[in-house]
Nanobody, 125 residues
């Protein structure tokens, strides 16, 4: 079992940066891929980013590519999402999710086995 807890959300202005963190507990964390998924108000969940267990393979949604960076520190059992150049369209609840069953399935939201409770990110002037 893996438990995930997100932190770092908040209210920021357009153009600002924010770093989310996902702290994990459980012995298998270092062997699973981790993704960030978001849900904007009134919209379906959307894949944002993924990092594999070693941290050397990353995937991004087109909407955040070049602005967001996912990384992980297995010694600290933490995954990060650095978000730069934020826009109001990035406003959403951001969820950390673990183990989609392999890198191939990273963009399949329903494949993720473990979920955090989410952290709110609001981008507004």
């Amino acid at each position: 079992q893996v438990q995930l807890v997100e932190a770092g959300g908040g209210l920021v202005q357009p153009g600002d940066s924010l770093r989310l963190s996902c702290a994990a507990s459980g012995r298998t964390f270092s062997s699973i891929g981790v993704g960030w998924i978001r849900r904007a108000p009134g919209k379906e969940r959307e894949f944002v980013a993924f990092v594999n267990w070693r941290g050397d393979i990353t995937h991004y949604a087109d909407s955040v590519s070049g602005r967001f960076t996912i990384s992980r520190d297995n010694a600290k059992k933490t995954v990060y999402l650095q978000m730069n150049s934020l826009t109001p369209e990035d406003t959403a609840v951001y969820y950390c999710a673990g183990d989609p069953g392999g890198t191939t399935w990273s963009r399949r939201i329903d494949a993720y086995r473990y979920w955090g409770q989410g952290t709110q990110v609001t981008v507004s002037s």
